[in-house]
């Protein structure tokens, strides 16, 4: 029997034998188990694609043939496959990525997994083939875990149609389920193709039979053959993708490898565009994956791979405060009703769904449709609440604008996983959406700093009914409660020098540092404001709460001081901080605006902290830069010059 080590290239699977690419396929299914409950990672999806992996790399040449994946966390498969064995470090800083990486490998193509998007890369990428006059080309779109509700998907394939000599093949990967079962009316009509697989096996069995039988059989068969449509509409409805004019082959058994290598050649010797419908089970082979039913350990923490529980117990986290909440709100107000794009689970949605199942609605992996959709909620009297991870928000952003913000829909935003997220790298850092949604005319965004401030400031979104409203929060475990010394306006000042704001009758600003702590930052103003009170820096540091609009009090606090830091987890370009700049220049005030953020470039992934470094949002970078600025303000105060504070 072949050994998993012995790989270092996809062609050397195609000198196995079936038995021994079952074999493989254990192995695989071992290793996965064994190392990603080690690291955390992607796992039920991953043991779900075994065979079909193996499969796709016998059939198709990568990277010759192009293979792209969508979504892009079911690819631990390939990278096996393709010479990346070492999983000690995934998604870690310097390991292997928990997405598919062109800097890992050629055979990696799309490397975001925002869903939804392979049908356009492929369909991309077979114009440029056919352009090019490489027709000797191939190139394979894998779909599934839910990507096949996207809206985008559905125009991609309108254009692949098209394209009637285009070598491109599409495998639905039907398990069922995006992060948790999959909703809607297409789910509904795969179903229907699951449990209505006899009609490729009839009609082949027609020809057989009675393609045998003379010259009267080959006229049955063939008045057979012209009638498939209907029979197919009958026998298995598939006709829906065949009357884009894109071939049909399926559904097939996606556990079974010979059965998927038969399909994949019959496909790849069409010549046009196909379809290949392929059945599997997310966590397949392994017990506690097949046993649970919320997610089919979708992704996972470091968990016992024996048992599949976790080694460590859960702290609180942002999503759970917010799960709670909504819960609560939802007994209060009847008109309040949640919206998921397929992730109900995931940013705290369960919970509400749970008392009130029929006040969520889940549209799959359908962000636009989900912002429209809450428009038009919001105009027939619901007020509903979006809950998406914030770079998902990134993909809606016309629907924001124009649906919600130009009608003046009473729609709240929570966005999960906002600011630096880490481990799942560049796609899905949510460090965009605010300056992306402080454009917006009218829209209101708050960035609460603990579970208190959630609580509070998703009430207060709540109660605006004529204008957006967002809820931004980190992923990850909730910081300690970090209660306010005061409030001013609609901002809580959380540190001040003992004599108060630092103006004194009306005399000159005697206060060093004003530092606004932009959400759940607030912690790391803090231990900056320590810092800098060790070296005598005289500091407040207040908590905007609402960082869209920037109310009057943080301008009154400016005047106060001689210097005004930003701290911000969203970009550096159009964040918080240009916002605090433009509204002081706006009032005449002249104290200079230095802001700590995210640069505008991609970041690798890492863990939280490590980004957070990197970037140098961190106690020390911080202080250290400014009591240099502080410095260079006084000594040119001193000289009668101006100074350019930012970094």
């Known amino acids: 029997m072949v050994s998993l080590d012995a790989l270092h290239d996809p062609a050397d699977l195609r000198r196995l034998t079936v038995p021994e690419l079952e074999d493989l396929a254990s192995q695989i299914r071992e290793f996965l188990v064994a190392e990603v409950s080690k690291t955390g990672g992607h796992l039920g999806p991953n043991l779900g694609v075994v065979e079909l992996t193996l499969a796709l790399h016998r059939v198709f040449s990568s990277p010759w043939d192009s293979i792209v994946l969508d979504t892009g966390h079911q690819s631990y498969v390939h990278k096996i496959l393709t010479g990346r064995q070492d999983f000690s470090g995934l998604r870690r800083r310097g390991g292997l990525s928990g997405y598919p990486s062109r800097a890992e490998s ?111 059989g080959r006229l049955a068969y ?237 009430d207060e979104a709540l109660a605006v009914d004529d204008a957006p409203t967002v809820v931004r929060f980190p992923k990850g475990a909730l910081p300690p409660e970090l209660p306010a010394v005061r409030r001013v306006g609609v901002a809580d000042v959380l540190r001040e020098p003992a004599r108060g704001d630092g103006a004194q009758n009306g005399s000159e600003p005697v206060t060093d540092v004003l530092v606004v702590s932009v959400g759940a930052l607030a912690g790391l103003c803090l231990e900056v404001a320590d810092r800098l009170e060790a070296q005598g820096v005289e500091v407040t540091v207040v908590d905007p709460r609402w960082v869209a609009p920037l109310d009057d009090a943080l301008v009154d606090l400016a005047r106060g001081h001689r210097l005004v830091v930003v701290v911000e987890d969203g970009l550096r370009t159009g964040g918080v901080g240009s916002a605090v700049r433009d509204r002081l220049a706006d009032e005449g005030l002249l104290t200079p605006t230095l802001t700590f953020a995210v640069p505008s470039r991609f970041l690798d992934h890492g863990t939280r902290a490590q980004v957070l470094e990197e970037v140098g949002l961190t106690p020390q970078e911080i202080s250290r830069h400014v009591v240099e600025t502080v410095a260079r303000l006084q000594a040119a105060v001193g000289a009668g010059v101006d100074v350019d504070v930012e970094p």
């Open 106 to 216: 050629p055979h990696d193509i799309v490397e975001n997994s925002h869903a939804s998007t392979a049908l356009s890369w492929a369909d991309g990428i077979a114009k440029a083939h056919e352009l090019r006059g490489e027709t000797d080309r191939h190139v394979v779109a894998v779909i599934g875990d839910g990507a096949l509700t996207g809206g985008m998907a559905w125009e991609a394939l309108n254009n692949i149609a098209a394209g009637t000599d285009r070598n491109l093949v599409v495998v639905v990967n039907d398990n069922e389920r995006s992060y948790a079962p999959t909703i809607g009316g297409l789910a509904h009509h795969l179903a229907t193709l699951r449990t209505t697989g006899g009609y490729e096996r009839f009609l082949d069995w027609g020809k057989s039979t009675l393609q045998r039988s003379g010259l009267p």
């Open 222 to 458: 063939e008045a057979l053959h012209g009638v498939k449509k209907g029979v197919k509409d009958v026998v298995a409805p598939q006709g829906m993708f065949e009357d884009l004019g894109i071939k049909y082959v399926g559904p097939v058994d996606g556990h079974d490898v010979a059965e998927l290598e038969h399909a994949l050649n019959r496909a790849k010797a069409f010549g046009g565009p196909v379809i290949v419908h392929v059945i599997t089970r997310k966590g397949n082979g392994y017990a506690p994956a097949e046993n649970d039913e919320a997610d089919r350990f979708h992704a996972t923490g470091i968990i016992d791979p024996l048992t599949g529980r976790p080694r460590s117990v859960a702290r609180d986290s942002w999503t759970g405060v917010f799960a709670d909440a909504m819960v609560e709100v939802g007994d209060r107000r009847r008109d309040v009703v949640g919206i998921t794009a397929a992730m109900l689970i995931p940013v705290g949605l369960h919970r509400f769904a749970e008392r009130f199942p029929e006040r969520v609605f889940d549209v799959g992996i359908a962000e636009q449709h989900a912002v429209t959709s809450a428009a038009g909620m919001a105009y027939a009297g619901l007020h509903p609440v979006v809950a998406v991870y914030a770079t998902f928000v990134n993909r809606a952003f016309d629907q924001v604008l124009m649906d919600v913000a130009l009608h003046k829909a009473g729609v709240t935003f929570v966005l999960d996983r906002a600011g630096i997220t880490g481990d799942d790298g560049a796609s899905h850092n949510g460090m965009w959406d605010l300056s992306l949604l402080r454009i917006v005319p009218g829209i209101r965004i708050a960035a609460p700093r603990d579970a208190v401030t959630l609580r509070a400031e998703l």
